[in-house]
């Protein structure tokens, strides 16, 4: 029989990508989603690519009636852990906004788990875990810094609330966190993709934009930092290949070949680009111009990081597979989707 997987902000970029992916390789999945920070139309363009019927449950994850309810109609065999708030700036400014929604749904849904017997979670982590790491790869032994912002020790928070509820006596359930670096591009149907809301703060929606005429320029945050070109290095993972990590995770838990109650796993490529390679390389492989200028650095930025992914590699046997052309010219697809440019 199918096993089910649920996937709480399944209407967002990467639960969206992820949910593709899932159905591809033979899961069932149930999506729920608020919509606080989507659009339905992810989950229908998502039965277009797919050809399949999605159950979808639209509410709020912290309401842990809702989430009991929904696991007694549906027999559900893994939950996959989207849905958070996760713009770094606004945690700042509003960080009860993000502890609430961020911890809370997440206490919620593994309650819900506990009780109705759910065995086995997948959690969306992040590289921010690691802050600035003294040394690179960044890999899974690498220690943790004091967090940059309220949205990065949600993250931390959510892995030790993780542990704590898998490593306890009589435990009844197994987890893993991906800890996500840069995830960047869209599906190759261009029917799915990221819809920031208002400004982008993320590098490639604002590359994206400023190539469609949507924003005038993009400001280069650093030229200045010890890197070949001084502009920031940073991970940038094809969200097709993360969407697959993510099967690769499920996979492992159901069949029961973890090798403890909670592990986690870096996902990127292991490769460092520059801010300024990857707009060379978007102009480059999508034969446009991103007007560009050099500003001073951003608050809060670290200056590189990338992963070691061997680990997932040996573990999850998962590796990055698309190219940044690839992966770029997605990015391009999409944005030209979404402005109806030819
Ligand atoms: P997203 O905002 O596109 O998706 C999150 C989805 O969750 C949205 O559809 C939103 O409506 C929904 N949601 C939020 N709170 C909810 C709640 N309480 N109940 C129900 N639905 C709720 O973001 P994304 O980029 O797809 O990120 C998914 C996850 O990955 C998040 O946990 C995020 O922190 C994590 N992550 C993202 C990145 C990134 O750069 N995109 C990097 C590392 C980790
Ligand atoms: C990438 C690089 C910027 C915008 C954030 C979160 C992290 C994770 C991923 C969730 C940096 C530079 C950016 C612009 C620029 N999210 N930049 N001009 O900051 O590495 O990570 O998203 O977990 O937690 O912190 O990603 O895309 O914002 O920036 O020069 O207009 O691009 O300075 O070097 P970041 P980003």
């Given at each position: 029989m199918k096993k089910c997987v649920l996937v709480t902000g399944g209407a967002g970029y990467i639960g969206s990508h992820t949910t593709v992916e899932l159905i591809g390789a033979g899961y069932d999945v149930i999506v729920v989603d608020d919509l606080s920070n989507s659009d339905a139309s992810a989950v229908s363009n998502v039965e277009k690519i797919t050809g399949t019927r999605i159950p979808f449950y639209r509410f709020d994850c912290n309401d842990t009636d809702k989430m009991?309810?929904?696991?007694?109609?549906h027999r559900v065999d893994a939950v996959i852990h989207f849905a958070a708030f996760k713009a770094v700036g606004e945690s700042v400014e509003m960080p009860l906004k993000y502890y609430r929604n961020n911890l809370g749904s997440l206490t919620s849904v593994l309650t819900?788990?506990?009780?109705?017997?759910?065995?086995?979670i997948v959690f969306s982590s992040s590289a921010t875990v690691y802050g600035q790491p003294d040394t690179l790869p960044a890999t899974e032994r690498t220690p943790l810094q004091k967090a940059g912002s309220p949205?990065?020790?949600?993250?931390?928070?959510s892995e030790d609330i993780i542990s704590s509820v898998a490593c306890a006596p009589n435990a009844k359930i197994k987890?893993?966190?991906?800890r996500y670096f840069n995830p960047i591009g869209a599906?190759?149907?261009?029917?799915?993709?990221?819809?920031?809301?208002?400004?982008?703060?993320n590098l490639v929606p604002f590359i994206t934009q400023t190539a469609a005429g949507v924003r005038e320029c993009l400001s280069v945050f650093g030229d200045d930092y010890d890197t070949p070109d001084g502009s920031a290095l940073r991970d940038y993972i094809d969200v097709v290949d993360l969407a697959k990590a993510h099967v690769a995770a499920i996979s492992r838990l159901v069949e029961g070949r973890g090798k403890a109650p909670f592990e986690y796993f870096n996902v990127g490529t292991g490769k460092p680009l520059s801010v300024l390679e990857l707009i060379h390389a978007?102009?480059?492989?999508?034969?446009?111009?991103?007007?560009?200028?050099?500003?001073?650095?951003r608050a809060g930025d670290i200056e590189k990081i990338w992963a070691s992914t061997e680990l997932a590699e040996k573990e999850l046997g998962w590796h990055a597979e698309r190219t940044i052309e690839q992966t770029l010219?997605?990015?391009?697809a999409w944005e030209k989707h979404v402005r109806?440019?030819?």
């Amino acid at each position: 029989m199918k096993k089910c997987v649920l996937v709480t902000g399944g209407a967002g970029y990467i639960g969206s990508h992820t949910t593709v992916e899932l159905i591809g390789a033979g899961y069932d999945v149930i999506v729920v989603d608020d919509l606080s920070n989507s659009d339905a139309s992810a989950v229908s363009n998502v039965e277009k690519i797919t050809g399949t019927r999605i159950p979808f449950y639209r509410f709020d994850c912290n309401d842990t009636d809702k989430m009991r309810d929904l696991f007694d109609r549906h027999r559900v065999d893994a939950v996959i852990h989207f849905a958070a708030f996760k713009a770094v700036g606004e945690s700042v400014e509003m960080p009860l906004k993000y502890y609430r929604n961020n911890l809370g749904s997440l206490t919620s849904v593994l309650t819900a788990m506990d009780e109705k017997g759910v065995p086995s979670i997948v959690f969306s982590s992040s590289a921010t875990v690691y802050g600035q790491p003294d040394t690179l790869p960044a890999t899974e032994r690498t220690p943790l810094q004091k967090a940059g912002s309220p949205y990065g020790a949600t993250k931390q928070m959510s892995e030790d609330i993780i542990s704590s509820v898998a490593c306890a006596p009589n435990a009844k359930i197994k987890a893993i966190a991906l800890r996500y670096f840069n995830p960047i591009g869209a599906h190759p149907s261009a029917l799915i993709g990221e819809l920031p809301k208002g400004v982008p703060n993320n590098l490639v929606p604002f590359i994206t934009q400023t190539a469609a005429g949507v924003r005038e320029c993009l400001s280069v945050f650093g030229d200045d930092y010890d890197t070949p070109d001084g502009s920031a290095l940073r991970d940038y993972i094809d969200v097709v290949d993360l969407a697959k990590a993510h099967v690769a995770a499920i996979s492992r838990l159901v069949e029961g070949r973890g090798k403890a109650p909670f592990e986690y796993f870096n996902v990127g490529t292991g490769k460092p680009l520059s801010v300024l390679e990857l707009i060379h390389a978007f102009e480059k492989v999508n034969g446009v111009r991103v007007n560009h200028k050099i500003t001073g650095r951003r608050a809060g930025d670290i200056e590189k990081i990338w992963a070691s992914t061997e680990l997932a590699e040996k573990e999850l046997g998962w590796h990055a597979e698309r190219t940044i052309e690839q992966t770029l010219a997605s990015a391009w697809a999409w944005e030209k989707h979404v402005r109806g440019i030819k």
